[in-house]
T-cell receptor, first 114, second 112 residues
Framework: NAGVMQNPRHLVRRRGQEARLRCSPMKGHSHVYWYRQLPEEGLKFMVYLQKENIIDESGMPKERFSAEFPKEGPSILRIQQVVRGDSAAYFC????????????FGQGTRLTVV | QQQVKQSPQSLIVQKGGISIINCAYENTAFDYFPWYQQFPGKGPALLIAIRPDVSEKKEGRFTISFNKSAKQFSLHIMDSQPGDSATYFCAAGHNQGGKLIFGQGTELSVKP
């Protein structure tokens, strides 16, 4: 029973390029959360999605960032026109449903913008 | 209202000692309080969690103490071991699902 799978584990992008981060939730989980962790800081909530729906995007920057969780396939966090300040570890978590808040995290994608 | 404040930022404990990490929250609507353990280069892993209807929960060497009136909760690691050296995060959320608000993290180092 695989856990939350994130890929790539490491991603290097030049300023102005696009970054696409993928997250496959645990089997049977239909709730996905994305968090960002800056060096020496805690995790900051970005967005909460269920299949084909964005439930809460209160932590998403207004520009350049978008997320989706299609009916088929992994959840995608897309960052357009990356800047150095986007360099961080991005973690995805999944949970079973609304009555179960036990969230399981993936290993993260470490994005470096050069 | 959405903040969770965690202290200390770093902690050094001798092997066999007790590690204590404290958190305070503001939003009284929170009703789910998990602790996560994170090793370098890894994702956070759920350690133990508590809901506000109990004041204490113990799992092995790990205990959460919860003070609802003070809006504070803490993690106690008994008989701390070098393998416990990691970063610990408290968090707060809602029982009915949704985002977690994390504390700033505590880097624990257990010396042999």
């Amino acid at each position: 029973n695989a856990g939350v799978m994130q890929n790539p584990r490491h991603l290097v992008r030049r300023r102005g390029q696009e970054a696409r981060l993928r997250c496959s939730p645990m089997k049977g989980h239909s709730h996905v959360y994305w968090y960002r962790q800056l060096p020496e800081e805690g995790l900051k909530f970005m967005v909460y999605l269920q299949k084909e729906n964005i439930i809460d995007e209160s932590g998403m920057p207004k520009e350049r960032f978008s997320a989706e969780f299609p009916k088929e396939g992994p959840s995608i966090l897309r960052i357009q026109q990356v800047v150095r300040g986007d360099s961080a570890a991005y973690f995805c978590a999944s949970s079973l449903g609304t009555a179960n808040t036990e969230a399981f995290f993936g290993q993260g994608t470490r994005l470096t913008v050069v | 209202q959405q903040q969770v404040k965690q202290s200390p930022q770093s902690l050094i404990v001798q092997k066999g000692g007790i590690s204590i990490i404290n958190c305070a929250y503001e939003n009284t609507a929170f009703d789910y309080f998990p602790w996560y353990q994170q090793f370098p280069g890894k994702g956070p892993a759920l350690l133990i969690a508590i809901r506000p209807d109990v004041s204490e929960k113990k799992e092995g060497r790990f205990t959460i103490s919860f003070n609802k009136s003070a809006k504070q909760f803490s993690l106690h690691i008994m008989d701390s071991q070098p393998g416990d050296s990691a970063t610990y995060f408290c968090a707060a959320g809602h029982n009915q699902g949704g985002k977690l608000i994390f504390g700033q993290g505590t880097e624990l180092s257990v010396k042999p």
